[in-house]
DNA sequence: CACCAGGGTGGTT
DNA sequence: AACCACCATGGT
C-alpha cells in the first residue's frame, strides 16, 4: 500500500532528498520554524540566523529572546517561535549537544523531545527522522489530507494508525523520509495548481481538499 | 481584500 | 475527548 504510493510518487516527482539543511541542528530549528508557515518563509529566518553565526545551541541559548525574535520575524509567530527555539537549545545544551542526544534509543529519544516547549507529535518525528534518521513517518497536513483522501469515502486513519502503518511497511528512515518529502512536494504540486487530479500519478484515488473536488469527480 | 502555509498550547465545553 | 482562540509574516 504504502510502498506503493512510494514508488509511484518518486516515479512522477523524483527523489527528494530531504531535508534540506546544513546539520542536525539546523533541521531542528527549521522543524520549528516552519510550524503553520511556509517553508519560504522559515527560509528566511534560517539565512538570518546564519548570518548572525547564532545557528547554535550555545548560541541560540545565549541570545536575548527579543534578538532572537527579531532575526526570525519572516517565519511568523515570532516571539511564541524564540521561545520555543530557546527552550529547544537549552534542551540540547542540557543533554550534552547533539552526539549524546543521539545515543539514545528511539523511543526515549522521541520522549525526551516532547518535553520540549513547543515540540509536539509531527515536529519531533520531523526531527527524529530528518536530524537523527531514525525510522519514523512525519504525519502533517498533507499526509493526513492524502490519507483521508485515499480512505474516502470512509473516515481515514488516526494519525497514530498512519504512522504505524507506514513505519509496519516502510522500514528505513530512508524510505519513510522520503515518503514523506514526496507526500508534501505533491501536495504542493497538486494541492491547489489543479482542482482535481489530472496528471497524477496516484490517480484516480488521489486528491487534496476533497471538499474543492467537483461532485461528479468525487469518489464514489 | 481574503485566504493560506510542512503546529502547538492552554483554556473551555 | 473534542472543540476553541491564539500566535504573525509573506505570497497569491
Not at 148 to 157: S, V
Request: glycine share 6%; net charge positive; with cysteine.
Amino acid at each position: 500500500m504504502y510502498r506503493e504510493i512510494l514508488d509511484a510518487l518518486i516515479e512522477q516527482h523524483g527523489p527528494q532528498r530531504w531535508w534540506p539543511a546544513e546539520d542536525p541542528f539546523e533541521i531542528m530549528v527549521g522543524a520549528v520554524l516552519v510550524q503553520r508557515t511556509a517553508w519560504r518563509n522559515a527560509a528566511l529566518a534560517i539565512r538570518a540566523l546564519k548570518e548572525a553565526g547564532v545557528l547554535r545551541p550555545d548560541r541560540l541559548d545565549d541570545l536575548r529572546r527579543e534578538a532572537l525574535a527579531a532575526l526570525i520575524r519572516p517565519a511568523g509567530f515570532f516571539r511564541l517561535k524564540a521561545r520555543r527555539l530557546q527552550s529547544m537549545a537549552r534542551f540540547v545544551v542540557a543533554a550534552g549537544g547533539l552526539r549524546a542526544l543521539s545515543a539514545q534509543p528511539t523511543a526515549g529519544l522521541r520522549a525526551a523531545l516532547l518535553t520540549i516547549r513547543g515540540v509536539g507529535p509531527e515536529t519531533a518525528d520531523a526531527i527524529l527522522g530528518y536530524a537523527f534518521e531514525r525510522p519514523v513517518f512525519v504525519v502533517d497536513a498533507y499526509a493526513r489530507r492524502l490519507s483521508a483522501r485515499l480512505a474516502h469515502p470512509a473516515p481515514g486513519p488516526s494519525d497514530a494508525d498512519l504512522k504505524a502503518g507506514c513505519e509496519r511497511e516502510l522500514v528505513s528512515a530512508r524510505d519513510l523520509n522520503e515518503l514523506h518529502a514526496l507526500i508534501v512536494r505533491h501536495g504542493q504540486v497538486y494541492c491547489r495548481a489543479m482542482a482535481a487530479c489530472d496528471g497524477c500519478a496516484l490517480r484516480p484515488r488521489c486528491g487534496y481538499h476533497p471538499e474543492r473536488v467537483p461532485a461528479e469527480r468525487q469518489l464514489s
